[in-house]
């Protein structure tokens, strides 16, 4: 069986490019649709140039040419349809950890998947004589140091001429494919024993010491062969392969650097294509058909300078939008003095109001004012210095102790505190034109105090 070592290596590179996902069954919110997804295993068959199908009827136009990938669910449209279909010529990948147990694939391979799980490491029997409960840590994903116990490394069978489960048709060297919680498959019972096709064949089994749900014991007596996971067989031309688990094949378990699931799903293709023969698939995934393979892998990385036109014109039109918002509502302004009036202001001033805005302007600025009038005093001969500040201060401290009254007592509270800087500032004179000033000022304070009680 040839093994198209060029299209491997090609994938391979293309998923070098993602970065590697964390550990089986851990959630990663954002990344979880592409964790369970198939999208590296739907890559690979659009890397030997197949076809996708996107209905169920078209698998009869050409089955011989036809290979169906059925993952999850494990339901045909019409009962007796996978039998005709494999007949014909076709070909069919089923894997599924759900319930398979059908007169059909009864008939077709004499086991069925029983949709209970296995696993390592329950816990030691209460009465473990006589069972197999000790499994080896190599054969579970990253051993007793992760721990994963769902995620089990299955045991490939000794097979002549089928070699899905090794590196290469000689077997060389056993593949590790790593399940993900994974259901195991059973000999089927009707009445005793179901028959085995002839030329049905065991692929892999589950490691000893594993834990099966549902079984007497859990785990299984000691000397008995641990459970099937693979089985696979021709079914006249066509040819069905048959596993307990289709998380195998998601994209979390495919591109981990420890695992070979990507080499395992890339022989089961090409021993199902029967050497390129078939060159029509249809992939359905959980009931849905998926009909997209050329899916890349490799994220698109973008220069600074192919994005700076795209960030002007997202920043124009953000400008655009906020200056029709300001000339539409005052935006502006009225986010300022609402922001001064609700923050700095009740810090401040203890109120809430418009005022609370034109109040801090006039303490800005009298800071200032105090600044320049402190260096004008500088210069001034001794007695006036003195006779200046007492006056400010006088005038100033009347002010401050009206600043919480009534509205009428904030409005003067503000006049008196204008006029000792005035007298800080130019002497009597500054206080005069304060004064002057505060006739035609005074109003307008009082409008805008109308919140203060």
């Not at 069972?131 to 721990?147: M, N, S, T």
């Not at 000999?187 to 065991?202: D, E, I, Q």
């Not at 014109?313 to 509502?329: L, S, T, Y």
């Not at 100033?396 to 005035?422: C, D, I, Q, R």
């Amino acid at each position: 069986m040839s093994r198209p070592r060029l299209h491997r290596l090609l994938l391979g590179l293309a998923v070098a490019c993602v970065p590697l996902l964390p550990a089986p069954a851990a959630a990663q919110g954002e990344d979880e649709e592409f964790r369970v997804g198939t999208h590296v295993f739907r890559r690979l068959l659009h890397e030997r140039r197949v076809t996708p199908l996107n209905s169920w009827q078209r698998i009869d136009e050409d089955p011989s040419h036809t290979l169906v990938v059925q993952l999850g669910r494990p339901d045909w449209p019409v009962a007796g349809w996978l039998t005709r279909f494999l007949g014909n010529g076709g070909a069919v990948l089923l894997a599924t950890d759900n319930q398979w147990s059908t007169e059909e694939s009864v008939r077709l391979t004499g086991y069925r998947i029983t949709g209970d799980r296995v696993r390592a490491w329950v816990g030691r029997p209460f009465n473990p004589a006589g069972l197999d409960f000790e499994i080896a840590q190599d054969k579970v994903y990253r051993g007793p140091q992760a721990p994963l116990p769902d995620c089990l490394i299955v045991e490939p069978e000794e097979t002549p001429g089928l070699t899905l489960f090794w590196d290469s048709p000689l077997r060389r060297k056993k593949l590790d494919v790593v399940t993900n919680r994974s259901s195991y498959l059973e000999r089927a019972t009707r009445f005793g024993l179901a028959p085995v096709p002839a030329g049905l064949r065991v692929l892999a089994r589950f490691p000893k010491g594993c834990w099966y749900d549902r079984q007497p014991q859990g785990y299984l007596p000691q000397g008995t062969t641990p459970k099937a996971f693979a089985v696979a067989r021709d079914v006249g031309p066509g040819r069905l392969l048959v596993l307990a688990d289709h998380s195998v094949f998601i994209n979390e378990m495919m591109i981990q650097d420890d695992t070979n699931n990507l080499d395992f799903a890339s022989n089961a293709v090409e021993w199902l294509r029967d050497n390129g023969r078939r060159t029509r698939v249809l992939f359905v995934e959980d009931g849905a058909i998926q009909d997209t393979f050329d899916i890349p892998l490799q994220k698109e990385v973008v220069s600074l300078r192919d994005l700076q036109p795209w960030l002007a014109d997202a920043a124009n039109k953000i400008v655009d939008q906020a200056e029709d918002q300001h000339h539409r509502e005052n935006h502006f302004n009225t986010v300022l003095i609402s922001g001064v009036s609700q923050a700095s202001g009740r810090a401040l001033f203890g109120g809430v109001g418009a005022e609370n805005f034109y109040l801090l302007l006039v303490v800005l600025a009298s800071a200032v004012l105090v600044g320049y009038g402190l260096r004008r005093l500088a210069g001034v001969n001794v007695v006036s210095v003195p006779v200046a500040l007492l006056a400010a201060l006088a005038l100033g401290s009347v002010g401050l102790g009206n600043l919480t009254g009534s509205k009428t007592e904030y409005a003067y509270a503000l006049v008196l505190l204008a006029s000792a800087l005035g007298l800080c500032v130019a002497g009597v004179g500054g206080l005069a034109i304060t004064l002057l000033a505060a006739k035609f000022l005074l109003p307008a304070v009082l409008g805008h105090s109308g919140g203060r009680r």
